[in-house]
């Protein structure tokens, strides 16, 4: 009898996140384990898979492979073929190839294993306090990769020669580092290094020590982490914390902290179930927590979070031995890519933002911010998507428009590439106005264009003229056209009847003017929308200007609003100053019309004399929001409502200004007029959704960054039966405009 008969052989393609997670040496150990026989191998699709058995063997092992991946496996395809069966005596793993079209996933960075992290602290271990320990279940992914399939030659891990005790663990395949494309150890692998201008110390079991004592005497450390450098220095102390302030001209804007572990948290944060679950996750982002109290107010002063990220590293993990907690933010002068080099660092010494630096040589290849969330109505919502997330696809099934490269936004910028059905976001790249973001920009779209094998003539632009990235020849895309599209995205909502209700800052719109508060009707041909609803415009004295010399919107919005015969609702505001700006807007110099609830959110702040001029984008808005959360926390009264006045299509602002300016006037708590005036933008909200009984709703845009304003809609919107529906894993803020942008 043949040896073959009643044998059956398949080929099983498997595509998503599938290398560098553990999937060969997962599927050699369920093979094994079903007496099959015959490969797996790595393949710029993904992972290829031959094997063959009795059929009830084949069968048991495909079911294993699809309810027990490995952990950090997303699988996005899998096809299985029958093929003729062949003489092979053994299931084996074969040397990967990469001639073929590119399509398997790559792996984000992955924080630190429990594994890892007790073989770094096991004074047996051969990796004792070794900075650079990693299995296929940890360590660093995307900002190593040069190249797919993800291979230790197409990494920056290359240069590194495994020793024999690595190499072994990297051959077998039932050890937890088998094909660790990182894997190292003090004898192979990558050392860290304290440097400053002057000098290097090379004594690796002195420099945690060294380090350590550096920040408890105040000095501002630069830390090399997965993708990027980050600044660290003590938060207790203050005259640290001040200097860096000013070293790095930020006066007011938060700073992250990174704490040792989660009791460590709790000692200072509030810390639901939900924000302990992200904390703790393989992603380990920066989390938005709320203070138990004041004492890091000089941390984060202008609003009631603190964002609070664990050790993600080896290094992390045996730095955070010696401290309990460590200012932990990005390295880089205003507005810059973050560092990723020593010679980068070396420019930060320079202009003294750093005193020593704590650096190693493994390089970077993929400059990659940390993560950035917070937990809104029990949901995880993105604010800024890199570290632990990029380049994680999105799957959005079937769409007519075609392949592109989308470009994002100015602000906050990412961009997106949208291959078949899947969409790759890039990571957090910042501010295109400044030309250093705008080159990192182009060289990420090299690499990405590359990485994905990927080629197309379509490329999606923002609509507004005065963008970097805009080009007559591209396809414009209005701002929050791609707002709305990225919520119906991520919410399965293409083809249906929607009404996008956006809030943000910027965005230019189909008449010429600047948009930020409108509603949007989309219909199952989602390439087209109109207008139905929009706050009434307002001039912006000054343009640009009036972003940071906010009292110029104070003035604007309460131009006509006159009691008794005289101008009020400015008594924050000099008269000199108020003649002056008036002045502006009755000639109409430089006074573009925006309809815009962010510059709302700035304008009223100004009026109640929180803030006449900002130091960073949404300043006054978080001043604001901290104002109306501390009324919600302390105070058991009730409130009256302003107005909400809507004539035909148009949101009018300025019956619920001349109220807040009667409150602000007589005194009453800057907290409840701050309550109160958010409570209007749900009341409005509300108001016209009544009026359109809208199908479904998406909310997207910056505004609903804001996490009180979010809780106080879910809260009526939920009384109101509807559907509705808002971002969340794909940034609410213009860091999901390119997401949006994609999907045409």
């Given at each position: 009898m043949n040896k073959l008969e009643n044998i059956k052989r398949v080929r099983i393609k498997v595509s998503g996140i599938v290398q560098g997670v553990g999937f060969r040496p997962t599927t050699y150990r369920y093979a094994h384990d079903f007496n099959l026989v015959g490969h797996v191998v790595n393949t710029p699709e993904g992972v290829t898979i031959e094997a063959q058995g009795p059929e009830k063997d084949i069968n048991g092992f495909i079911k294993k492979l699809l309810e027990n991946p490995p952990s950090l496996a997303k699988i996005t395809g899998f096809n299985i073929e029958n093929i003729e069966p062949e003489q092979n005596n053994d299931f084996v793993i074969l040397t990967s190839y990469s001639h073929g079209y590119k399509e398997t996933e790559i792996s984000p960075d992955i924080a630190t294993c429990d594994d890892c992290i007790s073989d770094i602290f096991d004074r047996t271990n051969r990796r004792y306090l070794y900075p650079f320990t990693n299995c296929t279940n940890c360590g660093p992914r995307f900002s190593i990769i040069k190249d797919r399939p993800y291979d230790r030659?197409?990494?920056?891990m290359s240069i590194f020669t495994m020793c024999p005790d690595c190499q072994k663990e990297y051959n077998n395949p039932n050890d937890r580092r088998f094909h660790a494309q990182p894997n190292a150890c003090p004898k192979c692998g990558p050392s860290i290094r304290l440097l400053n201008l002057k000098e290097s110390f090379d004594d690796a079991k002195k420099i945690i020590s060294q380090t350590v004592k550096l920040i408890k005497n105040g000095a501002i450390i630069s830390i090399k982490s997965i993708g990027g450098f980050n600044?660290?220095?003590?938060p207790y102390n203050k005259a640290a914390v001040n200097r860096l302030r000013i070293k790095k001209n930020r006066p007011a804007k938060a700073f992250a902290m990174m704490a040792k572990d989660?009791?460590?948290v709790e000692k200072i944060c509030y810390v639901s179930n939900k924000e302990r679950e992200i904390l703790t996750s393989r992603t380990a982002p920066i989390v938005l927590l709320r203070k138990k109290d004041n004492s890091f107010d000089h941390i984060s002063p202008?609003?009631?979070?603190?964002?609070?990220?664990l050790p993600f590293t080896p290094l992390h993990h045996i730095l955070f031995e010696h401290i309990d907690l460590l200012i932990m933010t990005s390295a880089n002068k205003t507005d810059e890519p973050i560092a990723i080099n020593d010679e980068q660092i070396f420019d930060l010494m320079k202009d003294e933002i750093v005193d020593y630096s704590l650096t190693h040589n493994r390089d970077i290849v993929n400059r990659c911010d940390d993560s950035i969330v917070q937990i809104v109505n029990n949901e995880v919502q993105v604010i800024r998507r890199a570290r632990g997330m990029v380049p994680t696809a999105f799957n959005i099934g079937n769409t007519v428009w075609g392949d592109n490269l989308s470009m994002g936004a100015?602000?906050?910028?990412?961009?997106?590439i949208k291959k078949n059905n899947k969409i790759y976001m890039s990571q957090h790249i910042g501010d295109l106005s400044d030309v250093r973001n705008y080159d990192y920009q182009k060289g990420e779209i090299t690499k990405f264009l590359k990485l994905l094998d990927f080629k197309t003539d379509k490329i999606n632009i923002d609509a507004h003229p005065g963008y970097e990235n805009y080009n007559e020849n591209y396809n414009k895309i209005y701002h929050h056209h791609a707002h709305a599209l990225s919520a119906m995205a991520e919410n399965g909502l293409l083809g249906k009847s929607v009404l996008g209700i956006i809030c943000d800052g910027t965005g230019y719109g189909?008449?010429?003017?600047i948009w930020g508060f409108e509603f949007l009707d989309i219909n199952k041909d989602y390439r087209k929308f109109k207008r139905s609803m929009h706050l009434k415009y307002f001039p912006l004295p000054g343009g640009e200007k009036a972003i940071d010399e906010i009292d110029r919107i104070a003035i604007s919005i309460s131009k006509d609003i006159k009691e008794t015969g005289r101008i009020v609702g400015s008594k924050f505001i000099s008269q000199e100053r108020q003649t002056l700006i008036n002045g502006i807007i009755d000639k109409g110099i430089n006074c573009p019309l925006v309809s815009s609830l962010g510059r709302l959110f700035d304008g009223v702040a100004a009026l109640c004399g929180i803030i006449q001029k900002v130091s960073y984008e949404a300043q006054a808005a978080i001043l604001l929001q901290k104002q109306a959360e501390n009324f919600l926390n302390n105070s058991k009264d009730k409130i009256s409502r302003y107005n909400v006045s809507i004539d035909k299509d148009i949101l009018d602002y300025e019956p619920m200004i001349r109220e807040l300016i009667v409150d602000v006037n007589a005194e009453e708590s800057i907290e409840k007029v701050?309550?109160?005036?958010?409570?209007?933008?749900v009341d409005a909200i509300l108001a016209i959704i009544k009026k359109e009984?809208?199908?479904?709703?998406?909310?997207?845009?910056?505004?609903?960054?804001?996490?009180?304003l979010c809780k106080l809609l879910n809260e009526e919107m939920k009384k109101s039966g509807m559907k509705y529906f808002f971002n969340y894993e794909i940034p609410i803020n213009d860091a999901g405009v390119s997401f949006g942008q994609s999907i045409l």
């Open positions: 030659k197409k990494t920056s600044i660290a220095c003590d989660m009791a460590t202008d609003n009631n979070y603190l964002g609070i990220v100015n602000l906050k910028n990412t961009f997106s189909t008449d010429g003017n701050a309550y109160k005036f958010h409570m209007w933008v009984e809208p199908a479904h709703i998406v909310f997207s845009g910056g505004c609903f960054q804001n996490s009180l």
